[in-house]
């Protein structure tokens, strides 16, 4: 199967997407890990068959033996075919950009590919259509074809998110070349 995983920082949506995608009902909440475990559950995309997995949320300066603990949760990600990164587009700019950029940050230590990524901007329902484009030209997103505003809610624009979806998993995930790591070569700068 191919699979997807939900990202974004914590209170995002990711668990409300989930449950709108799988019909299910996981408990979803604002407070701090809601969920704390990886759940993953069989979709169909546009008559593809796929997993899909609700990770756990990203949070600013977690402490180090938390990130330890969410380490191999977070892994998965590297592994995935579509990254879906939840963003809460009716935060406030401030927390928007601090959040997004946790989130990227997180992403790119991981080693996350760029070109695997779908940036939905949910909550979309909840401000203007104008707000939504002015958001995503604050997180630079303009010159990707890789976001789109969602509502989980509502279901706004999900169909549109399963088509791109389709499209990244339609596109060959390139192979790269694994070299080992030479003895003391990670102490070089």
Partial sequence: FKT?????YTSAGKTTLFNYLTGEEHQEG???FTT????????????QEVLISDTVGFISKLPAYMIEAFKSTLEELTYTDVVIVVVDASDPDF????????CISTLNGL???RDR?????NKSDLIAP???EQKAKQLKLEDTKKWIPISSIT??????LKDLIEKILETPKPVAEKKPVEFGAIYEN
């Fill in 30 to 32: 604002k407070e701090l």
């Fill in 117 to 121: 990524i779908i940036f939905a901007l």
């Fill in 111 to 113: 080693g996350v590919e």
């Fill in 4 to 8: 997807i995983s939900l990202a974004g």
């Fill in 36 to 47: 704390l475990s990886t759940t993953t559950r069989k979709i169909t995309i546009n008559h």
């Fill in 95 to 102: 927390d928007l950009k601090k959040k997004f950029h946790s």
């Fill in 155 to 160: 279901g706004q624009n999900i169909l549109k």
């Fill in 130 to 132: 104008d707000e939504i």
